[in-house]
């Protein structure tokens, strides 16, 4: 089973600043099956990106994915005030079929 | 607009049953796979269940494989999740989400997009 691992756990910047947040997988991830999520507090997951570095429909370009085999990062360019939230990835693997996710990265105002 | 909207969460006692329902609305509903992802209060994400287009191909995690059952109804455009035996453990909010694979078949979706606001089941004595 494939295990992703999200860091920093937590990650304290201002509204303005530039968020690189980082996703590591214990081994090669297709990229095509690389997604991330923004949580709000008591809001379901919104999808940001998939395969890894395609935004979702209606997600500003101030949002980036990137990365391939193991070591993939999603970058906010400038933290707008509604981007603090929590940021999870989640990759697919095939067979069999199982969605694995990260323990997420908290972005919140320094 | 894409709409999922579950119900049927609540408090129930270890050992006892609860049967989840999510609505869809705003897409072809029998056109593609659906999946059920719980999240326990303050942890992380976990995916539970999903089933394709027809029914005709089902997955579930093993910590409820046994002890769940998925299920739809594409004339109510609706879909469920029979959750026996509970366990504190499966104390958690549980979202119904999409597949983006328009074959319907749930183990092509490689994400999900939308996801439901979620329905909490709390498992206590």
């Known amino acids: 089973e494939i295990v992703l691992t999200q860091s920093p756990g937590t990650l304290s910047l201002s509204p303005g600043e530039r968020a690189t947040l980082s996703c590591r997988a214990s081994q090669s991830v297709n990229s095509n099956y690389l997604a991330w999520y923004q949580q709000k507090p008591g809001q379901a997951p919104r999808l940001l990106i998939y395969?890894?570095?395609n935004r979702a429909t209606g997600i500003p370009d101030r949002f980036s994915g990137s990365g391939s085999g193991t070591d993939f990062t999603l970058t906010i360019s400038r933290l707008e005030p509604e981007d603090f939230a929590v940021y999870y990835c989640?990759?697919?693997?095939?067979?069999?079929?199982?969605?694995?996710f990260g323990q997420g990265t908290k972005v919140e105002t320094k | 607009e894409v709409q999922l909207v579950e119900s049927g969460g609540g408090l129930v006692q270890p050992g006892r049953s609860l049967r989840l329902s999510c609505a869809a609305s705003?897409?072809?509903?029998?056109?593609?796979?659906m999946h059920w992802v719980r999240q326990a209060p303050g942890k992380g994400l976990e995916w539970v269940s999903g089933?394709?287009?027809?029914?005709?191909?089902?997955g579930y995690a093993d910590s409820v494989k046994g002890r769940f059952t998925i299920s739809r109804d594409n004339a109510k455009k609706s879909l469920y999740l029979q959750m026996n035996s509970l366990r504190v453990e499966d104390t958690a909010f549980y979202y119904c989400?999409?597949?983006?694979?328009?074959?319907?078949?749930?183990?092509?979706?490689?994400?999900?997009?939308?996801w439901g606001q979620g329905t909490l089941v709390t498992v206590s004595a």
């Open positions: 989640q990759q697919f693997g095939s067979s069999p079929p199982k969605w694995t």
């Open positions: 395969g890894a570095s």
């Open positions: 989400a999409k597949g983006p694979d328009s074959t319907g078949h749930y183990e092509r979706d490689n994400w999900f997009d939308p």
């Open positions: 705003g897409f072809t509903f029998d056109d593609y796979a």
């Open positions: 089933i394709s287009w027809n029914s005709g191909r089902i």
